[in-house]
Each structure stands twice: as structure tokens, then as C-alpha cells.
T-cell receptor, first 116, second 119 residues
Framework: DTEVTQTPKHLVMGMTNKKSLKCEQH?????MYWYKQKAKKPPELMFVYSYEKLSINESVPSRFSPECPNSSLLNLHLHALQPEDSALYLCASSQLDLAPSGNTIYFGEGSWLTVV | AQTVTQSQPEMSVQEAETVTLSCTYD???????LFWYKQPPSRQMILVIR??????QNATENRFSVNFQKAAKSFSLKISDSQLGDTAMYFCAFMNVPAPNFGNEKLTFGTGTRLTIIP
């Protein structure tokens, strides 16, 4: 069962709001990812957590703050966003080992974010 | 840095026909993975097929198969007996194998091919 669950599915927020996107997986994966996808473009990597530690930050503005409370959960805290941050935010996970599927990244359904 | 090129922005094919989507990539690495992901209008990114670079045998998953040409750095996807549910954006993606430093895997995506299956 390859399932990554994201909430909420849709979020509308003002530029002064603070909100969070949540992601959960119960596949025992030890790496979790946040990607941002604009319309008609491929996903762009934002953050990678491996073994609950931040391993990659792709120079993302500080108004995006990731958090990995445990190996199953990943949050993305949003504060003082701009309208250009409106996009689909995809969470993903992978197993992180030499198993046949270890390096395969599985995606959630995404959270549509609109900043007004 | 790796690059992935999908030269067909859009394609369409009649239902039940076979279609091939092209992908080329550029890397100096010898050990890596290649993927095809499908993104239907619902926008969920769904894994279609995966290929390890060290394997000479082409991967297959039911109606989906790849033609992996390592020397040519080519990785095309063939969809046989196409179905209406195959209508989606298809992304080719590349991943290094940074073992033993797991945790730094990155997917590099192509720009995608929008495939429409015509009834």
C-alpha cells in the first residue's frame, strides 16, 4: 500500500495568515519531501527530510518552514506568503535503503494553496 | 547537473492504439534510476514504471514498458492498448544513487508530455 495522505486538499489564505499543510505516511519510509508545482510545470523540490532530519533545503524562502515531528509526519508551516506562492504543494516519501523500491518516491494527492 | 528532456509537449492517440513517449537525459553518473510518473487532471503524481540503470532488461508493468538505451541516454515509455484513463501529463524523471549517503535523493523532472486518449 503506497499511500501518502495530505491535508487540507485546498487552502485559501491571506498574506498575513499563518497556516500549515500536513502530510502523513504509514509505509515505514524514512525520507519525506515537499515539492511545489506551478500550473503546467514539473514539480520543484523544496525540502527533504531523512531520518527526521532536514537534509536538503533548496534555498526556499523562510516564509516556508518545514517540520518533521516523527518519521510518519511532515508539516509545512506557511507565514506571510505572497500571491506568487499559490501552487500545488506535493508531499512525498521514500524508503531510503537498497531494497528494490528503496529509491522510489511516492507522492500524495497534493494541497492546492491560493494566497489572496 | 543532470537534465531531462521531453521533446513532445503534447500527443494524442486513438483508444486501443499504442503510443510512445520520448525522454532523453544527460548525466555523467553511471549508477542512477529513471522513472515515468503520470499526473492525471486530479493532479496526483502516480508512479508508472521504474528502471535501474545497471539493469539491461527493460522494465515492464502490464501495458507499460520502457526502451532504455543507456549509451544513448534515452528512456522512452510505450503504452499499449491505450485507455481513456491514460489521459494525463507524463513526466520522465532521473534520480542519482548517492549511496551510502541516503537522504540526498533528488528527482530531476522533464517538462512533461500531455497525452490525450481519444475515444
Amino acid at each position: 500500500d503506497t499511500e501518502v495522505t495530505q491535508t487540507p486538499k485546498h487552502l485559501v489564505m491571506g498574506m498575513t495568515n499563518k497556516k500549515s499543510l500536513k502530510c502523513e505516511q504509514h509505509m515505514g519510509h524514512r525520507a519525506m519531501y515537499w515539492y511545489k508545482q506551478k500550473a503546467k510545470k514539473p514539480p520543484e523540490l523544496m525540502f527533504v527530510y531523512s531520518y527526521e532530519k532536514l537534509s536538503i533545503n533548496e534555498s526556499v524562502p523562510s516564509r516556508f518552514s518545514p517540520e518533521c515531528p516523527n518519521s510518519s509526519l511532515l508539516n509545512l508551516h506557511l507565514h506571510a506568503l505572497q500571491p506568487e506562492d499559490s501552487a500545488l504543494y506535493l508531499c512525498a516519501s521514500s524508503q531510503l535503503d537498497l531494497a528494490p523500491s528503496g529509491n522510489t518516491i511516492y507522492f500524495g494527492e497534493g494541497s492546492w494553496l491560493t494566497v489572496v | 547537473a543532470q537534465t531531462v528532456t521531453q521533446s513532445q509537449p503534447e500527443m494524442s492517440v486513438q483508444e486501443a492504439e499504442t503510443v510512445t513517449l520520448s525522454c532523453t537525459y544527460d548525466t555523467s553518473e553511471n549508477n542512477y534510476y529513471l522513472f515515468w510518473y503520470k499526473q492525471p487532471p486530479s493532479r496526483q503524481m502516480i508512479l508508472v514504471i521504474r528502471q535501474e540503470a545497471y539493469k539491461q532488461q527493460n522494465a515492464t508493468e502490464n501495458r507499460f514498458s520502457v526502451n532504455f538505451q543507456k549509451a544513448a541516454k534515452s528512456f522512452s515509455l510505450k503504452i499499449s492498448d491505450s485507455q481513456l484513463g491514460d489521459t494525463a501529463m507524463y513526466f520522465c524523471a532521473f534520480m542519482n544513487v548517492p549511496a551510502p549517503n541516503f537522504g540526498n535523493e533528488k528527482l530531476t523532472f522533464g517538462t512533461g508530455t500531455r497525452l490525450t486518449i481519444i475515444p
